[in-house]
């Protein structure tokens, strides 16, 4: 993948971000909908921002 790739997928959970938790689980009573979607949320930044700024740096970009 790459890095402008990732910055896109970014930018895309962002959106996700605010529009989920009001159009989708705003809804839900449960707690555990909102957590499962934090939690993977939270990992799927992780991932994204490791895999962009892989190589920071060394190409000079």
Excluded: H
């Excluded at 957590?35 to 920071?56: C, D, E, Q, R, S």
Aim: proline share 2%; aromatic share 14%.
């Amino acid at each position: 993948m790459t890095r402008k790739t990732a910055l896109v997928l970014m930018a895309l959970l962002i959106l996700a971000c605010y529009a989920v938790p009001y159009l989708l689980i705003g809804q839900v009573a449960a707690w555990y909908g909102s957590f499962l979607f934090w939690t993977l949320a939270g990992v799927a930044v992780i991932i994204l921002n490791a895999v962009a700024m892989a190589g920071y740096g060394k190409d000079g970009e």
